[in-house]
């Protein structure tokens, strides 16, 4: 047998799951699978069931920790090459195909480790999106051109010998030694037995690193693939489901030293003893240094301090000479266990690179007034701050607890909106550009914030502030700790939220459901108000009749012409980058112009994350792209059908218990890959999916049949999501947040 795959398992059953799915799915079949158990809490028989056709073999690791599993899996193994494969990681169908096809007698064989933050599906996925623009001849153009660098590297090194170090010496240029690793290797299981390399079971989080030096130090005999990959999956929830490296703990970072230390006695050799000077060094310089300047604890400015110091006194005075006199200085010092003089150092370093970010970068001048003048200064009482998508519209929750209160306690208050789209609130509001010196003047001293989206990452709240988060819509698509992947431009989403949640005091409800659903999927421990949408007021609003007039003559639709709004919402995995989002229009518009277009007036509306732009040539007269419009509660008024796909706006839209259509072209996918639902869309929203343009217009032109087919559900989803709507949640909300009145 050519390979024992050695998969180490503690917890996180569903990731493990995928990795043994990828082993099930390889194309090569020439293996063995050990999977040793690790005091594991989760029950695996059903998995085991699942891929008995695996032959697995489980063994019990009787100790603790991930190196000492490596090395009961070497101890079992019977394959001639060791493949070290852990739980929450996957290879491709051919990665070990691939790899097999070099092993002839080397005594490492090496691939290559791509991180991702997702599932299979969705890396696959993504990396085929980021070939599709290339044709045939550009890919293999661009394969040939890393295996050339590859080559002309190793070239340079002419003692065969060395081929090997030379190579990971390229590894270390191009991403930096700590990405060394030993995945993605096969190891000659006689080799290793043979030189009794094995993981240092003292370690539990750095023991990877003394290993692979050692296999380095004394292989003989190598060979490479680097189409063979090993996919390193990045957790996007380090709150409930850490990776090792994520884990906090007290003994890190003696455990790193420690494994620093015993890495430079694995090791005679010139090149690999450079490299763990470099890690050293970079570890020092990118981590070390902040946690000295920053962090609270002692230990770092005490203990640690010296411990690193003893263990900077291994560095070849070689390495060091290779970097600026500035940071050979900051080496010295930390050397001389100098304390004083490395802080100081430190400060003026960490001073000097995070002025030049900012100067680099003149947009972000005003977070250096926020953090070191603004936040200096008191509060500002009374005074509210409003935010809306990132200021991209005036509308939603915070539009209408402005209006409320504006109107009925305006001389008490002074308000600002962050607006970026050039819109003037009612009752003359005073209007900041989100992210100017203003806008980080108001963050920092309004008493009050009033935001439906989160605000920016660098926001600090303070005390004496009062955050009221009002979100955007009733959840159907999962939500933060409720999703699995996250396939989002952000992979730090579930982090950054966390942390972020914290910030808040009260969060607004608009029904029970969500009331539930909120405090689960955003960890959320503060007030919950249920109350309602303060944005679904309008839709009670006694004149809105009049209201709707008003709004159609605005956008000069003839008053004698039915609407249907359509207002799909963004997919996550289709983006430019952070907050520009990708649409296609996959509704055809001509068609329903041709066959609709006397009696209706088609409003199309994209979520406010997509930077594409809709072309309506040749609708025109029938189709009105009002994506820029601020308020969609204002377009729901003047609808008399509503077209979405997964986005909220339904919810909201079930107000006015007009018919409602869902346009479901990709939900396959959307329900299995991108984001899950909360309710069952097939039984219980209310109204039909639909799959095809034909569908669509079958609907529309039998829309009182639709209806009354739907008439049940609806009632029933109205009464679960809609209950609580009765054109008084603006109220409620200024009496309880404002007013400081509770029932
Ligand atoms: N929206 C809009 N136009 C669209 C889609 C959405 O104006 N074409 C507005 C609606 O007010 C909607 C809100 O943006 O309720 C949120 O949009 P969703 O499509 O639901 O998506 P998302 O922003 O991801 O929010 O709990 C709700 C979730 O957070 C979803």
Not at 100 to 115: M, R
Not at 171 to 195: C, D, M, P, Q, W
């Amino acid at each position: 047998m050519l390979l024992s795959i050695v998969v180490p398992f503690y917890k996180y059953k569903n990731y493990l799951n995928e990795c043994l799915d990828s082993l099930l799915n390889s194309s090569f079949h020439d293996f063995e699978t050990i999977l040793v158990l690790d005091h594991n809490e989760e029950n695996i028989d059903d998995l085991l069931q699942t891929y008995s056709s695996l032959n697995i073999r489980v063994i019990h690791n009787e100790k603790h920790g991930v190196a000492s599993s490596r090395n009961a899996g070497i101890k079992a193994a019977k394959g001639n090459y060791i493949y070290f494969l852990d739980s929450d990681d996957y290879v491709l169908k051919d990665t070990l195909y691939l790899l097999s096809k070099c092993i002839t007698n080397q005594d490492i064989v090496y691939g290559q480790v791509n991180n991702t933050w997702n599932n299979m599906a969705n890396y696959l996925e993504k990396q085929a999106k980021k070939l599709e623009n290339l044709d045939d001849e550009e890919v293999e153009m661009k394969e040939m051109e890393s295996q050339q660098k590859i080559q002309d590297f190793i070239s340079q090194y002419n003692q065969p010998e060395s081929t090997l170090l030379a190579y990971y010496h390229m590894f270390k240029k191009k991403r930096g030694s700590n990405n060394i690793t030993v995945l993605s290797h096969a190891y000659s299981r006689t080799f290793l037995l043979e030189n009794n390399i094995e993981f240092n079971e003292s370690l539990t989080y750095y023991s990877d690193f003394p290993f692979i030096i050692e296999c380095l130090s004394k292989a003989k005999t190598f060979n490479g693939c680097l189409d063979a990959i090993y996919v390193k999956r990045r957790h996007n929830d380090p709150i409930n489901y850490p990776a090792l490296r994520q884990e906090e703990n007290e003994g890190r970072f003696y455990e790193r030293m420690n494994s620093y230390e015993l890495s430079y006695k694995k090791t005679n050799n010139e090149i690999l003893t450079e490299m763990i000077d470099y890690k050293i060094i970079n570890y020092y310089f990118r981590h070390f240094v902040k946690r000295l300047r920053r962090s609270e604890k002692p230990e770092w400015k005490n203990e640690y301090f010296n411990r690193f110091s003893e263990v900077m006194n291994l560095v070849s005075d070689k390495a060091i000479s290779k970097y600026s006199k500035e940071k050979q200085k900051m080496i010295a010092s930390l050397k001389n266990k100098d304390l004083n003089k490395t802080l100081k150092l430190v400060r003026t370093f960490l001073g000097k690179k995070k002025l030049k970010n900012m100067t680099h970068n003149k947009n972000t001048m005003f977070k250096l007034a926020y953090y070191h003048v603004y936040l200096k200064k008191p509060i500002l009482k009374n005074v509210v701050l409003f935010e809306t998508f990132n200021a991209k519209n005036y509308s939603d929750s915070p539009k209408y607890i402005y209006e409320y209160l504006a109107s009925h306690y305006g001389d008490q208050y002074e308000f600002v909106w962050a607006l970026n789209n050039g819109a003037k609130p009612k009752y003359g509001g005073k209007v900041v550009k989100r992210f100017s010196f203003e806008y980080a003047y108001y963050l920092a001293r309004a008493q009050y914030l009033v935001f439906n989206v989160r605000p920016p990452l660098w926001y600090r709240k303070r005390e004496g502030q009062t955050f009221l988060e009002t979100w955007h819509g009733t959840p159907l698509k999962r939500l933060v700790f409720d999703q699995e992947e996250v396939t989002a431009a952000s992979p730090k989403y579930k982090q950054q939220f966390y942390k972020q949640r914290k910030d808040w005091d009260y969060l607004i409800s608009a029904n029970d459901f969500s009331t539930e659903t909120f405090a689960r999927c955003f960890m959320y421990e503060g007030e919950i108000l249920d109350i309602g949408y303060p944005r679904n007021d309008i839709l009670y609003a006694p004149n809105k009749e009049e209201l709707a007039v008003e709004i159609k003559k605005k956008l000069n639709i003839p008053l004698d012409k039915k609407v249907i709004l359509y207002a799909p919402t963004w997919r996550d995995d289709e983006y430019y980058g952070k907050g520009q989002y990708k649409f296609e229009l996959q509704l055809d518009c001509k068609m329903l112009k041709e066959k609709i277009g006397n009696e209706y007036v088609l409003l199309l509306r994209t979520h406010q994350y997509i930077s594409d732009r809709l072309d309506t040539t040749g609708l025109e007269g029938f189709a009105i792209n009002v994506s820029q419009y601020d308020d969609i509660s204002e377009l729901y008024l003047i609808s008399d059908i509503c077209i979405t796909d997964y986005s909220s706006v339904f919810f909201d839209f079930a107000n006015l218990k007009r018919p409602i259509l869902f346009y479901t072209y990709d939900i396959e996918k959307y329900k299995n890959q991108l984001r899950g639902f909360y309710i069952d869309m097939t039984s219980e929203v209310p109204g039909p999916l639909l799959y095809t343009n034909e569908e669509v217009l079958y609907a529309i032109e039998h829309i009182d049949e639709v209806e009354q087919q739907y008439s049940e559900r609806y009632q029933q989803f109205y009464d679960r999501f809609c209950h609580l709507d009765d054109g008084n949640a603006s109220k409620r909300c200024v009496e309880r947040v404002f007013l400081n009145k509770k029932d």
